[in-house]
């Protein structure tokens, strides 16, 4: 059997990339081991850039539903425990407060899609669901790659059938590994990873169990008027941290090993939740799974040939910040538009190696960045007196307290998550000084190399009222500001090359100062690869620099 495209794991990021493809008309078909997404709690974090990718799918108002009520806060709380002295609250929005925000934002905001705390768990079986409705996906869930030879000019490959009595070949004229840290691709091509691997502190560091449990009471009894996204106990000897995953009843637990090799004794388990509650109540243990803290991992290649990784298999993070699944996901924003350009034939031979090129250094600042954010978790103040009701006790919450509150950015960041920029690319056009990176802050900018700067284009805030909605599938040039040239010839070039282009008219002298020139083309990814007041001397040569023929 034959597709253009084969993906090789079917998490969130492989289940993206078969959707962004889908979107450009792009037969794939994605293997996966499991008949069906884990329901178990993962990352917890859609950051602002994910969010847009979702928006371009049309799925963002629908994940936006999943997860907390819409009234809940997003806070992060620190007691000594649940019905005990609350240590620092780093306060966050609910989603009903971010959507009024947005519906009361000024023409040149930026953060339209703001960050969004839905479990992984529940947004994986709607990209699932989804996926299932699109008419160039085919699902081989339940299927195993257990070989795979990259011929120069396609990539054969065997499947199995996980529950046996099944087994077939497919050819591709690529192949994806989406398949996570441990996954048989990368290995099978022997790329290694580099970085850090270890984190030596109490928390955010070594091996570390997830566990899915339900607390029917502690809402009733310690939470209710408490209420926060994440409930984190400090004390001496003692962290504990409850991720709350439906406002209600259900929770991810994240602690410590005990002993890696084995899962959390479940008895044990409900005895730390009830000390760290304060109280008795009860607690039903669903299931647990094992993860490692402390990595800042990536792969010393991105691929090999016609062959690509992709997410976790070329990025390995640790969990602060939530960097993890969204930078797997900008991932496959940047690979989607590349593989689709080779099969339709209008990308060159250089493209699909840009993207390493792009994304490696993103990766590295990105896992480098979720490492550092980890750091003051190790540092927390833990004494046995921030529980007593004494002047000496005040002076120690009161301590801790500040240190916690400090905390901040490990969940916001809105510099890594809107930030990433190409400079240097080989597809990117360099024209005028990009802003100085920055973890923290986020300086919207139209110099080449960076995500395409934001304007609403008319009064509404909704769908199809950004200049987002309205961005092509393929490439889009901008005619901004009352006297942008019609630019017939970067649109006869495109045509030529079979390039995909659409063109927006933006005469707002607004969006014209935004951009800071009266052309614009922006890619596929929403990144732009060139802009000008004129059309160049030479449209063809350079629509051969942007699709990567030279």
Request: net charge neutral; glycine share 10%; with cysteine.
């Amino acid at each position: 059997m034959n597709v253009p495209i084969a993906i090789v794991g079917g998490g969130p990021v492989g289940l993206m990339l078969a959707l962004f493809l889908d979107r450009h008309g792009v037969k794939t078909t994605l293997f996966n081991v499991d008949e069906t997404t884990r329901m178990h709690p993962k990352g917890n974090t859609h950051n602002s850039r994910t969010m847009e990718h979702y928006r371009r799918l049309g799925l963002s108002a629908r994940i936006r539903d999943l997860g907390l009520p819409l009234d809940h806060p997003t806070d992060v709380a620190f007691f000594t425990h649940y019905n005990g002295w609350e240590l620092a609250r780093l306060r966050m929005p609910s989603e009903a407060e971010k959507r009024a925000a947005v519906a009361a934002s000024s023409k040149t905001e930026q953060v339209i899609e703001p960050i969004l705390r839905a479990n992984q768990m529940y947004v994986e079986r709607l990209f699932l669901d989804y996926a299932r409705t699109c008419p160039n996906i085919t699902l081989r869930f339940g299927w195993e790659v257990t070989s795979f030879e990259d011929l120069g000019t396609e990539v054969r490959l065997k499947a199995e059938k996980t529950s046996g009595g099944g087994a077939e070949n497919w050819t591709a004229q690529y192949m994806v590994g989406c398949d996570g840290g441990g996954g048989f691709v990368r290995k099978t091509l022997g790329i290694h990873y580099a970085g850090e691997s270890t984190l030596d502190q109490r928390v955010f560091g070594g091996a570390m169990f997830s566990s899915y449990v339900r607390a029917p009471q502690i809402y009733r009894d310690a939470l209710g008027q408490r209420r926060a996204w994440t409930y984190r106990v400090v004390r001496e000897g003692f962290q504990f941290n409850l991720i709350s995953l439906n406002g209600r009843d259900e929770f991810n637990v994240s602690r410590k090993a005990d002993d890696p090799s084995k899962p959390p004794d479940d008895d044990e388990l409900v005895r730390q939740i009830q000390l760290g509650a304060g109280f008795d109540t009860p607690v039903e243990v669903i299931s647990h799974r094992p993860w490692h803290a402390g990595h800042a991992l990536c792969a010393e290649h991105f691929g090999s040939g016609r062959i690509v990784l992709c997410g976790d298999s070329v990025h390995l993070f640790t969990p602060s910040g939530g960097f993890g699944m969204n930078t797997g996901v900008d991932d496959a924003a940047n690979l989607s538009w590349k593989l689709a350009a080779l099969v339709q034939g209008w990308g060159g031979p250089r493209l699909l190696d840009t993207y390493e090129i792009e994304r490696k250094p993103i990766a590295q600042r990105n896992t480098m960045a979720a490492r550092e954010l980890a750091k003051p978790f190790g540092a927390m103040h833990q004494t046995a007196v921030m529980e007593a009701d004494t002047p000496e006790g005040e002076v120690a919450r009161r301590e801790a307290g500040a240190h916690m509150s400090t905390f901040g950015e490990e969940f916001a960041s809105i510099g890594v998550q809107l930030g990433a920029r190409y400079d240097g690319s080989p597809i990117v056009v360099e024209d005028g000084v990009p802003p100085a990176d920055d973890y923290i802050r986020y300086v919207p900018s139209a110099v080449p190399g960076g995500r395409a700067p934001h304007v609403w284009i008319d009064e509404g805030r909704g769908r199809a009222s950004s200049l987002f909605d309205k961005l092509g599938v393929g490439f889009t040039l901008l005619r901004l500001g009352p006297n942008a040239s019609a630019a017939e010839s970067l649109q006869t070039a495109a045509k030529k090359r079979g390039v995909p282009l659409t063109v927006i008219n933006l005469p707002d002298s607004i969006a014209r100062s935004m951009y800071g020139r009266d052309l614009a083309i922006v890619r596929p990814d929403q990144h732009v690869g060139w802009r000008g007041n004129a059309t160049p001397a030479d449209p063809d040569a350079l629509w051969a620099k942007l699709t990567g023929q030279t």
